[in-house]
């Protein structure tokens, strides 16, 4: 998500007047690649980019194709061997771990209301899912042009410039399905025009809620920042809970744990790691996060201290289902050896990377 983040802010510096920017979209990929479906990276007239598709030569050749497509005015589809290494070593040209990808470029105008890049935001600063089906190749006098997009919100309502018609309803039937499973797709459909499609779905940046102002906090806020993620902090002692101490923190809140579920947004693109070290206030805390939809919750301390508070929140009777503590990781984090507040904070976003992941 950091990646949209930073194509997000190149795309607004450059503007109306600036140089050409181009939007690419990694669309197919065959073999092994560097980047999977979904990756994109801004184009910007002079060489400059924001994002990473692969690096090396496939940069240069990027921005070469990305001219010709500035110069048509019409998106286009190209092909390109992973990575540089074929370039530089012909002799592996057939070496089955080389791929290929796949590479929608689209020529854009700098208004900030661009379809691709309107939707980026909308996903990114509204925090609104959305599946987005990009049609990236299509043969035929009638067929849509490549870069027309159909979207579907997490409700399920349809935004399409297709006019009714069996190909626009074969879409809507598969947007359903990403939607269901999270996954990319590529599906090519005929209908008298063949026509290649591009599914995704696309999910607000994660956020982390810290509860907990201590010192230790602070490279879980750094840390964070750096990936993309946007984080909180709240803690019941204004003292700690400030901005001076979290700077980068997208928002800091004094909240008693009973107050967070009315103060604190706590949402499925929410992950919550819980270091106040008061025993009492931890307990409190993870019984007020148990019924909020977030699916990690984090507790850092020792193992034995998190056997005992697992003990005590279902001798409290307060958890619906004893499968509710399948969402709390205690001791929070993967075993690296931790030892440093730095090293702790790696571990434990290691570990909810992880756990988002499957």
């Known amino acids: 998500m950091k990646e949209i983040q930073e194509i997000l802010a190149a795309y607004d510096s450059v503007g109306e007047n600036g140089p050409a920017a181009t939007l690419a979209t990694v669309v197919r990929t065959t073999g092994a690649t560097y980047r999977g479906p979904g990756a994109r990276?801004?184009?910007?007239?002079?060489?400059?980019?924001?994002?990473?598709?692969?690096?090396?030569?496939?940069?240069?050749?990027?921005?070469?194709?990305a001219r010709n497509v500035q110069s048509t005015g019409a998106a286009m589809t190209f092909s390109f061997p992973e990575c540089s290494r074929r370039a530089q070593h012909p002799a592996t040209e057939d070496d089955p771990s080389d791929g290929l990808?796949?590479?929608?470029?689209?020529?854009?105008?700098?208004?900030?209301?661009?379809?691709?890049?309107?939707?980026?935001?909308?996903?990114?600063?509204?925090?609104?899912?959305?599946?987005?089906?990009?049609?990236?190749?299509?043969?035929?006098?009638?067929?849509?042009?490549?870069?027309?997009?159909?979207?579907?919100d997490a409700k399920g309502q349809v935004r399409s410039p297709l006019a009714t018609s069996p190909l626009e309803n074969a879409i809507i039937a598969d947007a359903r399905q990403v939607l269901k499973t999270g996954r990319c797709l590529n599906k090519t459909y005929a209908f008298g025009d063949e026509v290649e499609v591009f599914f995704e779905r696309l999910s607000p940046p994660l956020r982390i809620a810290i509860f907990g102002g201590g010192l230790d906090s602070c490279p879980l806020v750094k840390l964070s920042t750096e990936v993309g993620w946007r984080s909180f902090v709240t803690d019941q002692n204004p003292a700690y809970a400030n901005k001076g101490r979290f700077h980068l923190a997208e928002e800091v809140y004094v909240a008693r744990p009973e107050e967070i579920r009315d103060k604190v947004p706590l949402d499925e693109y929410t992950v919550a790691v819980v270091l106040t070290h008061d025993y009492q206030?931890?307990?409190?805390?993870?019984?007020?996060?148990?019924?909020?939809?977030?699916?990690?919750?984090?507790?850092?301390?020792?193992?034995?201290?998190?056997?005992?508070l697992r003990k005590d929140l279902l001798a409290r009777g307060k958890l619906s289902s004893v499968a509710q503590l399948e969402r709390l990781f205690a001791p929070a984090g993967i075993d690296i050896g931790a030892e440093t507040p730095h090293e702790i904070a790696l571990a434990v976003l290691a570990e909810i990377r992880a756990h988002l992941a499957h």
Do not use: N, W
Not at 47 to 63: I, S, W
Not at 283 to 304: D, F, N, Q, R, W
């Open 101 to 152: 990808i796949e590479v929608l470029l689209e020529p854009l105008s700098g208004r900030a209301d661009e379809v691709p890049i309107a939707l980026l935001r909308e996903v990114t600063e509204a925090r609104e899912l959305l599946v987005v089906a990009t049609i990236f190749s299509a043969k035929g006098m009638d067929a849509p042009e490549a870069g027309t997009r159909l979207v579907l």
């Open 41 to 65: 990276m801004l184009l910007i007239e002079g060489g400059q980019h924001a994002g990473l598709l692969c690096g090396g030569m496939v940069d240069k050749e990027l921005h070469q194709r």
């Open 281 to 308: 206030q931890d307990l409190a805390l993870i019984e007020e996060l148990m019924p909020s939809p977030v699916p990690y919750i984090g507790l850092i301390g020792p193992k034995t201290r998190a056997q005992h």
